[in-house]
């Protein structure tokens, strides 16, 4: 029991220095870093004029005053839809991260995880933490800006505690999920030595079909069914969508237990890629 | 019992052939042929507790692959090794925390930061005790006298002192076994005689064995007794530097530095001219005959000084890596 208390209590250590260097390492480049923050906020807002763009060409249904909707969102509720969005992409973003693995085995850094007790996965994880806590330290404040000065657009207020919980532990989800998925991708480096088109096909993918480019729910059959069942929602529309309340309050358990699996599945095929991309790796030629 | 046992090991590579020019390259996107490429070839060796051994040979002869195998990089084809009792490839993290790995090109510190952060995680990931981690970290940097650049990000280091740097990182936690991969690879003269300095009593005062590869002939004679030619994948020779000369070339040098007027002529009747710039001479003979040759040299010319040297050992070996690869060659051509 003791041996394994002091195994943990290394292990965290060992986690908590990685962290505090990467996090150094982070904050090297400062102008870099600022811009960077800021100019996430660049495109919210050209999507947002079109989409004011688009209400605005939209005619008003026959003399009934109502507020003009589309497939159910009016720009009010589209303007929180995209800052919601942009929260969540926040967590499940990882720049460069499937890029920098592929880049690792091409150019032969991998060696250093086969020759010192270091982990890769672990290693990433924690520089992505740091990454995110860098990020956040410096985003929060423009990000509660825009919120409270935009608060007028969140039409049905803020959810209660337990919608709200619920999006919080969606939100830690999706970087973890982000995380593992890029993860897996960059891992097929062991097997093609260039990924970048493999990249693009999938961030292709993930402007569409997490959400990033419009709401999810506005697709027609059979899009609709088929995003359901793909884990890229949780990148970006399925966070937002909780806190709008588009879903049904009984089954937010569930559809967090969804995402659980999916994750778990993701941890898993990176482990697996890992362990037999190594062992390719080492057959042919380091 | 031997730290390091090599046995009968083997490593092919299966490396892509593609022909010349576009049309090559679009065929080559359908049907693409291999070729297996031994990059070494049933290897035996034995390395004591303690010892420091130079592995030599030409670009592409092994040695980097025998190190990468001996440091679990890479499986090999066939054929045993053990280092410390740990198989390499099966990377034990008890074996990982006994041995170090240093290829001269490669970067294993943080780029944008002091080598000090990389230092403080090496104390972590190794799992070294911090008043020992303390000591040893005083003691290297003591040693190669970068303390005051410790605070330094590794990107403004020089060359020689990043190499200088990567040599703590590897042996912060006092490794048993340490690979080098030319350490001193793009070096100045300065540079490379002190990491010379620095491996030669570092080595000399843990008594840890190492196994270095490197294409100057200085620091394999600064710091080797024991030295392993390895070409086409095979070991070609193992002994002592010294013993390289007299099993490799039967030559002797003779400088002669003839009086003022002597006219060197009839030379090449005793062995090859290699120069004349009088009053300087150069002549090459084999080992045998040195003695006539220089009772003749005597008895014929005006001689104000003689010496006999060996051949320089950089061309003994570059002599040697021609025959052994034109052996090669003939080896083929008979097979075919």
Redesign the interface.
């Known amino acids: 029991m003791t041996a394994l208390a002091t195994e943990l209590s ?1 292990r965290l ?2 986690w908590w ?2 962290l505090r ?1 990467a996090l ?2 982070r904050l ?2 400062r102008g870099d870093f600022a811009l960077g923050t800021l100019m996430r906020f660049l495109p919210i807002v050209t999507q947002i004029f079109l989409w004011w763009a688009i209400f605005e060409s939209v005619p008003t249904a026959a003399g009934s005053g109502q507020t003009k909707a589309l497939v159910g969102y009016s720009f009010p509720d589209m303007v929180a839809y995209y800052l919601l969005t942009m929260l969540g992409r926040a967590f499940s973003s990882m720049p460069g991260l499937a890029s920098g693995v592929a880049r690792q085995i091409r150019e ?2 991998v ?2 995880y ?5 982990d890769l996965i672990e290693f990433l994880l924690l520089g992505r933490v740091a990454h995110k806590l860098a990020y956040y330290s410096v985003a929060t404040i423009p990000f509660a800006l825009v919120f409270f000065l935009c608060r007028g657009y969140f039409s049905s207020g803020m959810p209660d505690v337990y919608t709200l919980s619920i999006f919080i532990a969606t939100l830690l989800m999706s970087f973890l999920l982000g995380f593992f998925m890029e993860v897996c991708l960059g891992l097929v480096g062991f097997w093609f030595l260039e990924v970048s088109s493999l990249l693009f096909v999938y961030m292709l993918f993930n402007f569409f079909l997490s959400g990033h480019m419009f709401p999810l729910d506005m697709l027609p059959e059979p899009w609709r069914s088929l995003v359901e069942y793909i884990p890229l929602k949780y990148l970006a529309y399925h966070p937002a969508a909780i806190f709008l309340g588009k879903i049904p309050r009984e089954q937010l358990l569930f559809e967090l237990g969804i995402e659980i699996a999916w994750l778990i599945f993701f941890v898993f095929l990176a482990r697996w890629m890992y362990a037999r991309g190594l ?1 390719r ?6 | 019992m031997a730290i390091i046992e090599i046995d009968q090991l083997s490593k092919s ?2 490396v892509y052939q593609k022909g010349e020019g576009l049309r090559a390259a679009v065929t080559g996107l359908f049907h693409r042929q291999y070729r297996e490429v031994l990059a070494v070839r049933e290897v035996n060796l034995k390395v004591e507790s303690g010892e420091f051994v130079a592995f030599l040979g030409p670009n592409g002869a092994g040695k980097t692959t025998t190190l ?1 195998l001996l ?5 090999p084809t066939s054929g045993r090794a053990k280092v410390m009792g740990y198989v390499p ?1 099966q ?1 034990d ?1 008890e074996y ?2 006994r ?3 240093v ?1 001269g090109q ?1 970067n ?1 510190l ?1 780029w ?2 002091p080598a000090q ?2 230092f ?2 090496h ?5 070294i005790d911090p008043p020992a981690f303390r000591k040893t970290l005083d003691e290297l940097t003591e040693l190669l006298s970068v303390r005051e650049l410790l605070c330094r ?1 590794v990107r403004e280091l020089s060359l020689g002192e990043r190499m200088k740097m990567e040599l703590i990182a590897a042996l912060l936690h006092s490794p048993e076994v340490l690979f080098l991969d030319e350490p001193t690879i793009g070096l100045d003269v300065v540079a490379q005689h002190n990491i010379q300095q620095f491996l030669k009593y570092y080595q000399e005062q843990r008594g840890i064995t190492v196994l270095l590869t490197s294409h100057y002939m200085k620091d394999v004679a600064a710091l080797c007794r024991r030295v392993v030619v390895i070409a086409k994948g095979q070991v070609q020779y193992d002994g002592s530097l010294s013993g390289i000369v007299d099993s490799f070339s039967g030559a002797k040098v003779v400088t002669l530095q003839l009086a003022e007027g002597t006219v060197p002529q009839g030379l090449e009747r005793l062995g090859e001219v290699l120069s004349i710039q009088l009053p300087k001479v150069k002549l090459k003979c084999s080992r045998i005959e040195v003695s006539r040759v220089l009772a003749q040299l005597l008895e014929q010319y005006t001689v104000e000084d003689i010496a006999v040297e060996d051949p320089p050992l950089d061309e003994v070996i570059a002599a040697m890596f021609s025959r052994v690869s034109s052996e090669e060659k003939a080896a083929e051509g008979v097979s075919q």
Request: net charge positive; no cysteine; proline share 3%.
């Open positions: 290394s250590m060992t220095i990685i260097i150094e390492e090297v480049y032969g850094e060696k250093k086969l020759t010192q007790p270091v062992k790796y080492s057959g042919f030629g380091g | 590579y299966r990468k440091s679990g990089v890479i499986y490839w990377r993290n990982r925390r041995f170090a790995l290829m490669k294993q943080w944008d930061l952060e990389s403080r995680l104390q972590r990931i190794y799992r990000p």
